[in-house]
């Protein structure tokens, strides 16, 4: 059974920090991508930052590039986002997602977690 388990929001200050934790199982972690989306109340699901299975490459979205760091542990089928400097803007329900592409077979698979409210407010 594939499952995907965040964890670590809530209401934080403006310029305060939280770190989001994604728990995984069901599945063989290390050879999948691993994706931090969220959504804020009224917008679409945006895309905040994404680590690659192979060689740990990541990538951010413009608003969060340079405060929001991901990571992940392999070892323990965890991926985090590490988020500093957080701005109201910041406020969102954020997802954790997890992708594989089987590229001879044409065919991807892509998961996602329930959910974690992160509140970023005075």
């Known amino acids: 059974q594939v499952q995907l388990v965040e964890s670590g929001g809530g209401l934080v200050q403006p310029g305060g920090s939280l770190r989001l934790s994604c728990a995984a199982s069901?599945?063989?972690?290390?050879?999948?991508?691993m994706s931090w989306y969220r959504q804020a109340p009224g917008k679409e699901r945006e895309l905040v930052a994404i680590i690659t299975s192979v060689g740990g490459s990541t990538n951010y979205a413009d608003s969060v590039k340079g405060r929001f760091t991901i990571s992940r542990d392999n070892a323990k089928n965890t991926v985090y986002l590490q988020m500093n400097s957080l701005k109201p803007e910041d406020t969102a329900v954020y997802y954790c997602n997890a992708f594989r592409k089987a590229t001879m077979q044409g065919n991807e698979y892509s998961n996602w977690g329930q959910g974690t409210q992160v509140t970023v407010s005075s």
């Open positions: 069901g599945f063989t972690f290390s050879r999948y991508v």
